[in-house]
C-alpha cells in the first residue's frame, strides 16, 4: 500500500516563506511526474507547479519566480519552497503523484494561510 504524507502548512505573515514537502511510502515501484495543486475557498483547484522524473520543473504563471519545486528521487519525496507569499496564495495544497505502477494518486492536503 502506498501513502503520501504532507507537512509544512502553516499561518504566515504576507512576505515571509514557507516549504512544504511531500513524502510517499510504501510498495512504490517508481515515480513519474510530481506536482503541487492548490485550492482556496470558492475556487477550483489548480496547478502550482509540477517536475517530471528528468527534474523538468514548470510552474503556474501565479507563482513564478517566488516558489520552487524540487525533488529527491532517493526520499521518493517532493519539496515546495514559497518565498515572498501573499494573502492571494491562501489555500489547501495538495501533492499529486503519479505512480509508474498504480497511477495517479493525491496527498490529504496541507493549509497555507497567508496574513495580510
Known amino acids: 500500500q502506498v501513502q503520501l504524507v504532507e507537512s509544512g502548512g502553516g499561518l504566515v505573515q504576507a512576505g515571509g516563506s514557507l516549504r512544504l514537502s511531500c513524502a510517499a511510502s510504501?510498495?512504490?515501484?517508481?515515480?513519474?511526474?510530481m506536482a503541487w495543486y492548490r485550492q482556496a475557498p470558492g475556487k477550483q483547484r489548480e496547478l502550482v507547479a509540477g517536475v517530471t522524473s528528468a527534474g523538468r520543473t514548470s510552474y503556474a504563471d501565479s507563482v513564478k519566480g517566488r516558489f520552487t519545486i524540487s525533488r529527491d528521487n532517493a526520499k521518493n519525496t517532493m519539496y515546495l519552497q514559497m518565498n515572498s507569499l501573499k494573502p492571494e496564495d491562501t489555500a489547501v495544497y495538495y501533492c499529486?503523484?503519479?505512480?509508474?505502477?498504480?497511477?495517479?494518486?493525491w496527498g490529504q492536503g496541507t493549509q497555507v494561510t497567508v496574513s495580510s
Open positions: 510504501g510498495s512504490i515501484f517508481s515515480i513519474n511526474t
Open positions: 499529486n503523484v503519479l505512480f509508474t505502477r498504480i497511477g495517479n494518486m
